[in-house]
């Protein structure tokens, strides 16, 4: 699993390219009968604005680590297991991309809950003007997805809450002036 996580985070064209087959095969569950065509080239427009911010947030994220994708992927994976790195050019690296992180993140809960509300409208719409099999699977879809979001946002922020004590910690007492 490692190497999978790996590899996504090296490449991010190939885990843009998998999202967007995946929302694909959902709408396509959902709403059966649809060209795959028409759904492939209508998620791909729409999904240009969401590409386009992970692509300025990576691009910022490398920055913060030293410049390179390698930078990012080792840091990342420190923070995964809640290293300090001994380092202090990669702890300052560390340091910044830590605080990027928590700035933003800092209106975690409100999205979620937006979220939630969107979701559940979404749902109950398709409870309304949609067949039964497309309410349970947006039910079932929406369930999962707002649960999972939920709890990857509360281990991140557990995560990088920790490493940010560990790195105020392990920072070194400066002398006053």
């Given at each position: 699993?490692?190497?999978?996580?790996?590899?996504?985070?090296?490449?991010?064209?190939?885990?843009?390219?998998?999202?967007?087959?995946?929302?694909?095969?959902?709408?396509?569950?959902?709403?059966?009968?649809?060209?795959?065509?028409?759904?492939?080239?209508?998620?791909?427009?729409?999904?240009?604005g969401?590409?386009?911010?992970?692509?300025?947030?990576?691009?910022?994220?490398?920055?913060?680590?030293?410049?390179?994708?390698?930078?990012?992927?080792?840091?990342?994976?420190?923070?995964?297991?809640g290293?300090?790195?001994?380092?202090?050019d990669?702890?300052?690296?560390?340091?910044?991309?830590?605080?990027?992180?928590?700035?933003?993140?800092?209106?975690?809960?409100?999205?979620?809950?937006?979220?939630?509300?969107?979701?559940?409208?979404?749902?109950?719409?398709?409870?309304?003007?949609?067949?039964?099999?497309?309410?349970?699977?947006?039910?079932?879809?929406?369930?999962?997805?707002?649960?999972?979001?939920?709890?990857?946002?509360?281990?991140?922020?557990?995560?990088?809450?920790?490493?940010?004590?560990?790195?105020?910690?392990?920072?070194?007492?400066?002398?006053?002036?």
């Amino acid at each position: 699993m490692n190497r999978v996580r790996l590899l996504f985070a090296r490449h991010l064209w190939l885990q843009l390219l998998l999202s967007l087959l995946v929302a694909v095969a959902v709408i396509l569950v959902l709403f059966p009968g649809r060209s795959v065509l028409s759904v492939v080239v209508r998620t791909a427009v729409t999904s240009v604005g969401a590409i386009a911010l992970v692509l300025t947030r990576r691009r910022r994220e490398m920055r913060a680590a030293g410049g390179s994708v390698d930078a990012v992927v080792a840091l990342d994976a420190e923070l995964r297991r809640g290293e300090v790195p001994s380092d202090p050019d990669e702890r300052g690296a560390m340091r910044e991309l830590v605080a990027q992180r928590l700035h933003r993140m800092r209106h975690r809960v409100p999205a979620l809950i937006l979220l939630a509300v969107l979701f559940t409208a979404l749902t109950l719409l398709m409870v309304f003007t949609g067949t039964v099999r497309q309410a349970v699977g947006f039910a079932v879809f929406t369930v999962v997805v707002v649960g999972w979001n939920v709890y990857l946002s509360n281990r991140w922020h557990r995560r990088l809450r920790t490493m940010d004590t560990a790195l105020s910690a392990a920072e070194p007492a400066r002398a006053p002036r």
